[in-house]
């Protein structure tokens, strides 16, 4: 089985495909407390020139944090999320979010991270640092 520390600089996580249901968004409404309208109304969030709902960014990052630690195991922590809202979300839009080893230390690992819409627009970007577990 290969450690964390096998892994080399520019290597590549696997791909994380998510698309976000407004079942989600409401959960994640009522888990977090944030009713904000923007998310819920479909009415409310086109008067604000949205367009229609948005889903919440920290549901968005929460996605990304789940793809670093379907990779990381238990081998691992995240012990620091660094990340950059760019464009909104929509329920429906399908958002791949990728990773890769941008610089290895004795025992951690820095990463590159990126999440990109169905339209090819970045939506999030950001650095993660693993720690490795003894």
Known sequence: MRSLLD?????????KEWVPTHLQVRQYAEASGDFNPIHLDENYAHQAGLGGVIV??????????????????????????????ENVVRPGDTIKFYGYVKARMKNCLIL???????????????????????
């Not at 892994?7 to 791909?15: M, Q, T």
């Not at 590159?112 to 003894?134: C, H, Q, W, Y």
């Open 112 to 134: 590159d991270l990126e999440a990109f819409n169905d339209k090819m627009a970045r939506v999030l970007s950001g650095l993660a640092t693993i720690s490795v577990n003894p």
């Open 56 to 85: 919440h960014g920290m549901l968005t990052m929460a996605q990304m944090s789940a793809m670093l630690t379907d990779w990381i195991g238990h081998e691992g922590t995240i012990s620091e999320l660094a990340v950059r809202f």
């Open 7 to 15: 892994y080399e600089v520019y290597y590549r996580l696997p791909i």
